[in-house]
């Protein structure tokens, strides 16, 4: 372990200060038109061109873009200054199947909830019980003491 990991757990007060936070959003070019945005929003104008051309007569001189990207939470329900949450990695999603529940954090353990709510396909890829991969058998260190006391005679 690197020797400033340990100085920051040293000087931590409490585990919180330890974990990683989201970092805070900066300011835009867009934010002084946000509450414009949310209020055409909310009158019925959900076309981003269209609010674009709006804005741009009000001196907002960005791509559309921009726009098209911050009302795209207000499309899903959600407010207009919500963070877009990161899709997870393949490898992630991997090791949060492969993962037995009891060894899964809190976090993946939801993630992976989630993750199966909108993709049921993957619901079949879930691993139920270890198995060997040639042949389906169970793995031989999961089949209980009695089988295996059996199988050695």
């Given at each position: 372990?690197?020797?400033r990991?340990?100085a920051?757990?040293?000087r931590?007060?409490?585990?919180?200060e330890?974990?990683?936070?989201?970092?805070?959003?900066?300011?835009t070019?867009?934010?002084?038109?946000?509450?414009?945005?949310r209020?055409?929003?909310?009158?019925?104008?959900?076309?981003?061109t269209v609010?674009?051309?709006?804005?741009?007569?009000?001196g907002?001189?960005?791509h559309y873009?921009?726009?098209?990207m911050?009302?795209?939470?207000?499309?899903?329900?959600?407010?207009?200054?919500?963070?877009?949450?990161?899709?997870?990695?393949?490898?992630?999603?991997?090791?949060?199947?492969?993962?037995?529940?009891?060894?899964?954090?809190?976090?993946?353990?939801?993630?992976?909830?989630?993750?199966?709510e909108?993709?049921?396909?993957?619901?079949?890829?879930?691993?139920?019980?270890?198995?060997?991969?040639?042949?389906?058998?169970?793995?031989?260190?999961?089949?209980?003491?009695?089988?295996?006391?059996?199988?050695?005679?």
């Open positions: 372990m690197n020797r990991t340990v920051k757990y040293a931590a007060a409490c585990w919180q330890c974990v990683r936070r989201t970092p805070p959003r900066r300011p070019s867009l934010d002084p038109y946000l509450e414009y945005l209020q055409r929003w909310e009158e019925g104008e959900h076309t981003a609010l674009h051309q709006e804005i741009a007569a009000k907002y001189g960005r873009q921009r726009v098209k911050a009302i795209a939470p207000l499309r899903r329900g959600l407010p207009i200054d919500t963070p877009r949450e990161r899709p997870p990695s393949p490898r992630q999603v991997a090791r949060w199947i492969t993962t037995t529940p009891p060894k899964r954090g809190l976090h993946p353990t939801e993630a992976l909830r989630r993750l199966l909108h993709c049921p396909e993957l619901d079949q890829t879930h691993p139920r019980r270890p198995t060997c991969g040639r042949t389906g058998d169970h793995h031989p260190r999961s089949a209980p003491a009695s089988t295996k006391a059996a199988s050695r005679t």
